[in-house]
C-alpha cells in the first residue's frame, strides 16, 4: 500500500506543487520562477471565465443532483412498490454508461434541426432551439448530461441512508398523528443529513472536474466560442495543445485548493 501511495499519490502531488513554481514544457530542466504562473494564472481571463463556469456547474449540480436523488430514491425506499430490483438496476443503468458514447447521443437528441428536444418544443408551437452552436442555451446540454449520469450513483447512496433509518421512528410519528410534511422535516432528513453531507462533498468534487460532458458533446471543443470552458478544460489545453505545463499544474493546485476549501467548510457546517 506503501509503495502504491508513494509512486502513485505523494511523489506526483509533490512533483505537480514544484512544476507550478518554475518555468517548464516538459521537455528539458524546470527553471524556478517562484509564484510567477499563479501571477499569470489570475491575470487570464480565460481562467476566470473557466472556473466561472465550474461554480455554474457546481451550483445547478447540487440542487439539481440532490432534488432528484431525494425524490427517487424515496420512490424506491416505498414498501408498496413492486419490481424493485428492476427499477433499482434501471435507475442506477446511467452511471455505467461510457461517456462519450452518452455525449454522442445527447449531442444528437439537442441538435437544432434534427434533434429529438427540438422536435418535441416544434411540436408544442415553440421555434428550435440553437443548442450546440449557439453561446445562450449551450450549457444546459452539458447540464442535463451531468445530472442524468450523476442522479443515479448519489440516489444509491440516500437510499442507503433511509435503509439505515429505523421504521420505529415512523411508526411512533403516526401513531401521534404526524402529517407526512413534519415526518419528512423532522424526521427523514434530520437522519438522513449525514448521508446528505457526504452527496454534497462527493458531488462539489465531481462537478469541479466537469469535462466529459463537453468533451463528448462538443468535439474535444470547450463548446460554441469556448463558452463552455471549465478549469479542468484549461489545464488539459494548456498541458497538451499549448504546452504550458507549470500553469497547467499551477491551475490544477488552484481548484484543489477551492474544493478542498468548500469541503472543510461543508464538513463544519454540518457539524453545527
Known amino acids: 500500500f506503501f509503495i502504491l501511495f ?63 436523488g431525494l425524490l427517487i430514491s424515496g420512490l424506491l425506499n416505498y414498501n408498496r412498490l413492486r419490481g424493485k430490483a428492476f427499477f433499482k438496476s434501471a435507475t442506477y443503468l446511467p452511471n455505467i454508461c461510457a461517456v462519450i458514447a452518452m455525449g454522442i447521443i445527447f449531442s444528437m437528441l439537442f441538435e437544432k434541426n434534427t434533434g429529438l428536444i427540438n422536435e418535441v418544443i416544434f411540436s408544442m408551437g415553440g421555434s428550435k432551439v440553437d443548442w450546440l452552436t449557439g453561446t445562450r442555451f449551450s450549457k444546459l446540454p452539458v447540464i442535463a448530461l451531468n445530472v442524468w449520469r450523476n442522479t443515479p450513483w448519489f440516489t444509491m447512496i440516500l437510499l442507503s441512508g433511509l435503509l439505515n433509518i429505523s421504521p420505529e421512528y415512523y411508526e ?73 505545463v507549470s500553469i497547467a499544474c499551477a491551475a490544477a493546485l488552484v481548484l484543489f485548493l477551492i474544493v478542498f476549501i468548500m469541503t472543510m467548510l461543508q464538513m463544519t457546517i454540518q457539524k453545527k
Open 172 to 244: 411512533a410519528a403516526k401513531v401521534d398523528g404526524a402529517k407526512p410534511a413534519k415526518i419528512l422535516f423532522r424526521i427523514t432528513l434530520p437522519l438522513l443529513s449525514p448521508t446528505i453531507a457526504l452527496v454534497l462533498i462527493i458531488n462539489i468534487i465531481n462537478t469541479s472536474k466537469v469535462f466529459n460532458e463537453v468533451f463528448a458533446l462538443f468535439n474535444g471543443k470547450p463548446g460554441p466560442g469556448y463558452s463552455l470552458y471549465t478549469v479542468v478544460f484549461y489545464i488539459y489545453e494548456n498541458f497538451y495543445h499549448k504546452m504550458n
Open 6 to 68: 508513494l509512486v502513485f499519490q505523494l511523489v506526483p502531488n509533490i512533483w505537480t506543487v514544484y512544476i507550478s513554481l518554475t518555468e517548464w514544457n516538459g521537455i528539458g530542466e524546470p527553471r524556478f520562477t517562484g509564484v510567477q504562473n499563479y501571477n499569470m494564472l489570475f491575470k487570464d481571463y480565460m481562467f476566470w471565465d473557466a472556473l466561472t463556469n465550474t461554480v455554474i456547474y457546481w451550483i445547478t449540480g447540487v440542487i439539481l443532483i440532490l432534488a432528484l
